[in-house]
């Protein structure tokens, strides 16, 4: 009922384990806290928190424009929803290196297991998109420095993001994911790499966990979890998926609406009452307390 009961310091040690485990972890991207809480149930490790899902909620497009309290907000509200640990995409940390700082305990406060900050210019632009620009090496690793000295929880885990593939080559990627984790990077996330070959490039390089990003639309083919552990991959996201599959459903439903002045015939792909009432958990609100929960749910309904 109502929220997570575990603790944010423990999903922070489960993270840890998990990516320590030998075995690839999957994180899908939450749209809501409700889709957390699915992802929880359908037996996923963990929740992944997609900057571009959280500015497209806002009907903005992911290119900087959302601010550290609306992230931490709505990131804060997915993670209290499961007891999964919930990495949530800082972008470039929200400014400066201080800025980097504070960017990072207002997570840690609003309950996440982790960030990413990655390397491009303020304002960014999605890591799939061509024409994107990366700060120099030094500005990168103050971004990473300011972020591992300012965490109070030292399991609080700090993931590097390097875009240079796109703009340097394959080289360059290594080389600064090396100089990343030098700078305190738990983790590094290489993003847009083309091929299995450079995501094991990236494993040759460092010694810490990397994450593949397996979006949609993007650089990157849609490798299986399978390709990419034998290529030393750690952790696999898909950050848009569930957002583009329910929004791609509410478009179909718009469309039948008004070519046929009903919804009757998609009625069979949408979630039940029942199993809506299962997700939101209403059984234990009404253990807890019976004027709220006192009717019967039709089975077939």
């Known amino acids: 009922m109502l929220y997570s009961k575990t603790p944010p310091e423990q999903k922070r040690v489960k993270l840890r384990e998990l990516l320590a485990s030998g075995t690839i972890q999957q994180f899908p991207g939450a749209f809501n806290p409700l889709s957390a809480r699915l992802i929880e149930e359908k ?6 928190i997609s900057g571009a899902v959280l500015a497209n909620d806002l009907g903005l497009p992911d290119i900087g424009l959302t601010t550290l309290t609306e992230v931490a907000t709505r990131a804060g509200q997915i993670a209290r929803m499961t007891d999964l640990p919930c990495i949530v995409d800082a972008d470039t940390g929200f400014g400066e290196p201080m800025n980097v700082a504070r960017s990072v305990q207002e997570l840690e406060n609003a309950g996440l297991a982790g960030c990413h900050i990655e390397d491009q210019f303020n304002p960014k632009r999605c890591g799939h998109l061509d024409g994107k620009n990366v700060v120099d090496l030094d500005t990168a690793t103050k971004r990473i420095r300011a972020a591992a000295d300012a965490r109070r929880d030292p399991n609080f885990l700090i993931m590097a993001r390097t875009d240079i593939r796109a703009v340097d080559g394959l080289q360059a990627a290594k080389d600064r994911a ?45 490798f299986t979890t399978e390709q990419l552990q034998n290529v030393g991959v750690n952790m696999v996201i898909y950050p848009v998926t569930l957002l583009r599959s329910a929004m791609g459903a509410a478009e ?15 009625v069979p792909e949408m979630l039940t009452r029942a199993r809506l009432y299962d997700l939101v958990d209403y059984e234990a609100y009404n253990k807890f307390d019976s004027g709220v929960f006192n009717f019967q749910i039709p089975n077939n309904r």
């Open 43 to 48: 037996g996923f490790t963990g929740v992944y």
């Open 178 to 222: 090396k100089a990343l984790v030098d700078a305190g990077a738990d983790a590094i996330f290489p993003e847009a790499m083309r091929d299995l070959h450079e995501f094991r490039a990236i494993r040759d390089a460092v010694d810490v966990p990397i994450l593949a990003n397996m979006t949609e639309f993007g650089k990157s083919d849609l």
């Open 252 to 266: 179909r439903v718009l469309d039948t609406l008004r070519s046929l002045g009903t919804q009757q015939v998609r």
